[in-house]
Nanobody
Framework: QVQVMESGGGLVQAGESLTLSCVVSGSRFTIHGAGWYRQPPGKQPELVAWISRNGTTDYAASVKGRFSISRDNAKNTVLLQMNSLNAEDTADYYC???????????????WGQGTQVTVSS
């Protein structure tokens, strides 16, 4: 059974940076793409960044230029580097594994428990 475990969230001030980590277990990580979702309080979830098994990346317009997704296959880990954080980035962040087909991402795993990011202004 595939499991994902997010970590790295916390409380930061606007303009600061934070890196989230997602460790994947129970599956051959290298054959999967991966994606990060976030859900602000009281709002719908949003796919913010995704990466193919080969390292191709794409981002939601709301985070493009500020966030960077990467993967470390040796550690079965997906990272999300978040820079220039603002209050609108406050949310619970979740990672998944899935398929990156063309420019679209299709998750195939359930979210983990998530990690909370709070940005104060």
């Amino acid at each position: 059974q595939v499991q994902v475990m997010e970590s790295g969230g916390g409380l930061v001030q606007a303009g600061e940076s934070l890196t989230l980590s997602c460790v994947v277990s129970g599956s051959r990580f290298t054959i999967h793409g991966a994606g990060w979702y976030r859900q602000p309080p009281g709002k719908q979830p949003e796919l913010v960044a995704w990466i193919s098994r080969n390292g191709t990346t794409d981002y939601a317009a709301s985070v493009k230029g500020r966030f960077s997704i990467s993967r470390d296959n040796a550690k079965n880990t997906v990272l999300l580097q978040m820079n220039s954080l603002n209050a609108e980035d406050t949310a619970d962040y979740y990672c998944t594994i899935g398929a990156f087909i063309g420019t679209d991402y299709y998750p195939s795993s359930r979210w983990g428990q998530g990690t909370q990011v709070t940005v104060s202004s």
